[in-house]
């Protein structure tokens, strides 16, 4: 049997102020020791879906995507956006300013098991990927970098497709909230892993949850990531004192 630190402590106040007890008042460990249990103090992170999670085209500031498939969520017709379906020449002036400088994109989509959204070419398009806002809105200021943003977009936009979202919640060994945050999808996974880590601050703990396998994967890989950083850094060290 395993119990807490702190409700060890609530039993030796409770047990302190009705008993005098020889050598002075009772402590958790002596109790726990008396009573043949365990003290246990590890936080328990449980990791669960998120099966709530906002569809990116809803977010603020964002780009819009629209796919030609009427039966898929976001669809439009071609001609709504300002191309032709049968050969996908652009007419609208203004869609071939932003195709030309990277505030629209051609986009591919492709199913096995899950979907998958990534940048195409107008060679038969499943869809189109458009800033609707202000140039001055985006961080990036050049192709690449724009093109760079339009990919992160779709990584979490086909996060939301395929249903990849996760959320945490703490709790201490008594079963009360210590902790959490949801709304993170799959792409975010290392940064919610950070997360964590970042609340625990250094504290024991077991994970639990459907979704714990993902992220002892992720701290797996924070693990080897730090190792790595960690013997560049002695390295570097060793190089200029010698």
Not at 122 to 128: E, L
């Amino acid at each position: 049997m395993k119990m807490t630190t702190k409700r060890l402590q609530k039993a030796c106040d409770y047990l302190n102020g009705i008993t005098d007890i020889d050598g002075g008042p009772m402590t958790p460990g002596e109790l726990a020791e008396s009573l043949g249990v365990e003290i246990d103090d590890r936080l328990i992170v449980i990791v669960e879906y998120d099966h709530d999670m906002e569809c990116p085209n809803d977010m603020d500031c964002q780009w819009k995507l629209y796919c030609w498939d009427t039966r898929y969520r976001n669809s439009e017709r071609p001609v709504s956006v300002g191309t032709n379906e049968d050969d996908w020449t652009v007419f609208n002036p203004g869609l071939r300013t932003k195709l030309r400088v990277g505030l629209a994109f051609w986009l591919r989509y492709s199913e096995h098991g899950i979907c998958s959204w990534d940048i195409g070419s107008n060679d038969k398009p499943d869809g189109i990927l458009i800033w609707e806002h202000t140039p001055s809105e985006i961080g990036g200021k050049t192709y690449a970098a724009r093109q760079r943003d339009a990919e992160a977009f779709l990584r979490i936009y086909t996060d939301w497709c395929n249903g990849s979202g996760y959320g945490y919640t703490i709790k201490d060994g008594d079963g009360e909230h210590a902790g959490g945050c949801w709304g993170y999808y799959g792409s975010d996974l290392d940064y919610m892993t950070d997360e964590i880590l970042r609340e625990l601050d250094g504290r024991p703990f077991v994970l639990k949850g459907e979704g714990k396998d993902a992220v002892e994967v992720s701290l797996d890989s924070n693990n080897r990531r730090r190792n790595r950083h960690e013997q560049a850094s002695t390295t570097r060290s060793e190089g200029a004192g010698s």
